[in-house]
């Protein structure tokens, strides 16, 4: 996660999806984290420590992040790699800050300031940097203002390292015209096809074979472990009876309480960013334009929104399908602002300048701001008083349900007592019980050992809610017997008989073929499908995608039949054989590379770039010395 917004740290897509970050320390006086002294250390990277401490706040800072994007994500799911990441990326910084140093390369206060100041989100509305903003973001990032200037002078660092390294990286325009070629080259081709259904009569399956086929594959036919469990299902918002809460208590309640129901404005919005520098020179505004203007009319002509993104948008400029998420005022530039809050959704923007470049703007869905009035709100209040009300009681109502459950009382009774949702599962896998009750893997596993009659004498966590459990029955894992499986077996045994028979009939005719345009008597035999256009790495109309096919298709020369026969799946015939030629192959239409030749050119000397500066870094971890000294607190373990 770190890696990844450093490398991206000057992308509009990662200032959107995390907001404003505020970078106060030049302009309050904090104290650096450069100060390494006392402290255990977690690595050492050529002799340089990497303090445990440093380690802690980039690992809660990255998990914070993570966990933000992810909101339902298990702690335990990431702990483990999240901690290998973070000091990966604390390695990296600390192997470019020293090659920066040994460089001459550096980062003055004065150039982080007018970073700084420069930045238009924390500016008001004279241009002027506005310490406030400062203030509101750090505070909603939950991040040390030291902490986030340390990151950014190592950004700068790295991107002057960046520029060092690979100053001499340039893009001949014939070779990314060849790429560009390859990569839009259209194939015709003519195909025959032999349906595995047509030969499903001639087929029957001996039970000798029924038998060995059941033999071989027991395992697909398991029944795994079983349980079926009662329970109560215990909600602190259920305990607190919001339905009991008269009107006038929820007023009172709810002007008290108005500022936990403020909401800003924010919409959902996806972009295509043609890349422009602010103070670009008329001709590269005028390519840019070009390349705008060739976008668009690829919209005009139907193409989806996301696809036209994905195929345009530079790595960092937003996410799949240019999605950015949810934008509230004040996190992005003004002109980008401007346009995403005043369109309807599903609208798509005109050309938007920003200081990133040209933008067109999609909003997705839009949430309206400001308080809502009480009774359009009652709800939601009467549900977070009964919250309130529950959580206080929670702990001995859960204490109470499982001291009455290990002594034997009806768990139904004691939910109808409570007005709490009793429920029986009837037999149920581990996964079933996790899909449906939504408890832990590790909690449903458990389940399945308990003996049949027992309570559970643990409450068990089940998404926002708890669950007090008794067993009521269980089933050891089985195999289904052949009797109950056998018609199966023996559809797919036919099956494979039949595109067996498909593949050879279609290895027979293809065998008696030359290369060439076939006969007219060849094309009645074959009863041949033609299909105009084919996309490299796309599918044949009509079949399901298919690589070796794909490839085949675009490394066969023109007239030729592809020496193989391919087994394949018609969306309307089902499995089958398949032999084709290639009869013909269209290059992209030359106004369309000029659309695109800029975007393409710089794209390819993009790559070439950071492939070097890969190699570069390579270099530098291959000689580096290394050592964890601590791997129990990079892992997470005990913790």
């Known amino acids: 996660m770190l890696e990844y917004i450093r490398s991206n740290a000057q992308s509009f897509g990662v200032k959107l999806a ?47 992040a993570m966990r933000r994007n992810n909101p339902g994500l298990p702690r335990e799911a990431l702990a483990q790699e999240l901690g290998r990441q973070v000091l990966r990326d604390l390695v990296t910084r600390n192997l470019l800050s020293a090659e920066a140093a040994r460089a001459g390369i550096t980062v003055t206060p004065l150039e982080l300031r007018m970073a700084i100041g420069e930045v238009k989100a ?13 203030k509101r973001v750090l505070e909603a990032q939950r991040m040390s203002p030291a902490r986030y200037e340390q990151e950014m002078a190592g950004d700068m660092l790295r991107q ?138 690829e919209l005009a002509a139907g193409k989806a929104f ?47 300048r920003s200081p990133f470049g040209l933008h067109l703007i999609k909003v997705e ?19 977070a008083m009964a919250q309130e009300r529950g ?22 009774e004691s939910a109808d007592a409570l007005g709490l949702e009793f429920g029986e599962t009837g037999l149920a896998s581990a996964a079933e019980l996790e899909a449906k009750l939504h408890v832990k893997a590790g909690d449903a596993a458990s389940l399945l050992a308990v003996p049949a009659g027992s309570p559970v004498d643990s409450v068990l966590e089940a998404g926002d809610a708890y669950l007090v459990v008794r067993v009521l029955k269980s089933e050891a894992a089985s195999t289904r017997p052949l009797a109950q499986v056998r018609e199966d077996i023996v559809e797919k045994i036919r099956a494979e008989k039949a595109l067996t028979k498909a593949m050879e009939a279609a290895s027979q005719k293809r065998g008696a073929l030359s290369d060439g ?55 309307g015939d089902g499995p089958g054989a398949l032999f084709a030629r290639v009869s013909g192959v269209r290059p992209p239409e ?34 580096a010395r290394i050592e964890v000294l601590d791997p129990a607190l990079v892992d997470r373990k005990n913790m």
């Open 391 to 412: 959580e206080s009681r929670l702990h001995d109502v859960l204490d109470n349900l499982v001291e009455a459950n290990i002594l034997g009382k009806s768990l139904k």
């Open 122 to 134: 924390f500016q008001d509305a004279q241009g002027r940097f506005d310490p406030e903003a400062y």
């Open 306 to 352: 996301a696809a036209v993104a994905d195929a345009h948008n530079g790595p960092n400029a937003a996410g799949p399908g240019g999605e950015l998420g949810w934008i509230r005022r004040g996190m992005t530039v003004e002109p980008f602002e401007q346009a995403a809050f005043a369109l309807k959704p599903g609208a798509v923007s005109a050309p938007v």
């Open 160 to 297: 002057k390292l960046f520029a060092l390294v690979t100053a001499s990286v340039w893009t001949d325009p014939e070779e990314a015209r060849n790429r560009y070629d390859f990569l839009r080259e259209q194939r015709s081709v003519e195909y025959a096809f032999f349906p595995a259904a047509a030969y499903a009569g001639s087929v029957a399956p001996t039970e000798e074979e029924v038998q060995a086929y059941y033999d071989a594959r027991k395992a697909d036919f398991g029944i795994p472990a079983r349980v079926a469990l009662a329970y109560v299902l215990v909600r602190a918002e259920a305990l607190g009876r919001a339905e009991s809460i008269g009107e006038s208590e929820a007023l009172a309640w709810y002007e008290a309480n108005t500022a936990r129901f403020a909401r800003e404005e924010e919409v959902r919005a996806a972009h295509i960013l043609v890349p422009l520098a602010e103070d670009a020179a008329e001709d590269e505004v005028e390519k840019a334009g070009k390349s705008m203007a060739a976008i668009e009319a």
């Open 517 to 571: 345009p076939p006969d007219a008597g060849d094309r009645a035999d074959l009863k041949l499908h033609a299909a105009p256009t084919v996309e490299r790495g796309g599918a044949l109309p009509g079949f399901a995608p298919d690589q070796a096919l794909s490839e085949a298709l675009f490394s066969t020369a023109t007239n030729a039949w592809l020496p193989g026969v391919y087994a394949v799946t018609s969306s």
């Open 590 to 623: 030359a106004a369309e590379w000029e659309a695109v030749r800029d975007i393409m050119v710089d794209a390819m000397k993009r790559e070439r770039a950071e492939g070097l500066f890969e190699i570069f870094m390579q270099r530098l971890l291959s000689r």
């Open 365 to 383: 869905g839009k949430k309206p701001g400001g308080v809502p009035p009480f009774a359009e709100a009652a709800a939601d209040v009467r549900k």
């Open 18 to 64: 995390f907001g404003v970050i505020i970078l106060v320390f030049v302009f309050w006086g904090v104290g650096s984290l450069s100060d390494r002294t006392g402290g255990n250390h977690v690595a050492m990277v050529n002799g340089s420590p990497i303090s445990a401490r440093d380690f802690e706040l980039a690992y809660r800072h990255a998990e914070d």
